[in-house]
């Protein structure tokens, strides 16, 4: 749809490291991401045995987006900039939100890996004390149905109702749910569009 947004930015990072789901899942709670059974866990399932998602968001907020307002005109408001990503990019990107919430006033999280080993869960139960305050942000999750989407729709409804418990409703929280989707970017690419529409508008 033309002018559904106002011209717009897009900066991406390198999303296809080793480190990658070291690097994407978020260090919360901390007294469980690093203890010696996640330290193992890890080690046994990535070779790397710690996680840096505080890390990449350090990066992010201290490198990357000083970079682009120093060479572009850009809005430095929350709701203006927005977090996005899929699989393991949809919980760094909620992370990010939570972590910095006066940088990035909306996240959006397509086909959110939630089912990450150990780690998953606990990051889910640490949610209710983290949640971003939903007055001034917006969020929007989506999954399929097919592959490996097919598991999360029982952890999206859990996350769901933990939103809704903090006060976010239709207006600033979207969560949908895609028949016949996979876990795969060329439907990650049909679903953007209006991800992008509803975060930026």
Not at 4 to 13: C, D, E, G, R
Not at 15 to 27: A, D, G, T
Not at 36 to 44: H, Q, T
Not at 120 to 128: K, V
Request: with cysteine; net charge negative; proline share 6%.
């Amino acid at each position: 749809v033309i002018n559904a947004i106002k011209p717009t930015i897009v900066v991406t990072t390198w999303s296809h490291s080793k480190k990658r789901m070291n690097e994407y899942m978020p260090q919360q709670p901390k007294e469980l991401t690093q203890s010696k059974f996640a330290k193992s866990e890890l080690k046994k399932n990535t070779g790397y045995d710690q996680l840096y998602s505080d890390e990449y968001l350090k990066f992010v907020t201290t490198e990357v987006l000083p970079f682009v307002r120093n060479k572009f005109q850009v809005s430095e408001e929350p709701k203006d900039n927005i977090i996005m990503g899929s699989s393991m990019g949809g919980l760094i990107s909620l992370y990010a939100m939570m972590e910095y919430p006066n940088i990035f006033g909306n996240a959006g999280c397509l086909s959110t890996h939630w089912p990450v080993p150990y780690l998953g869960e606990a990051f889910i139960e640490s949610l209710p004390e983290t949640i971003t305050p939903a007055k001034n942000h917006r969020i929007y999750f989506d999954y399929g149905t097919e592959t490996l989407d097919k598991d999360y729709e029982p952890y999206q409804l859990r996350v769901d109702s933990m939103f809704i418990e903090k006060g976010y409703t239709s207006v600033n929280y979207r969560s949908i749910k895609f028949e016949g989707h996979e876990h795969d970017e060329n439907y990650w690419r049909q679903r953007v569009a209006p991800a992008l529409v509803y975060l930026l508008n």
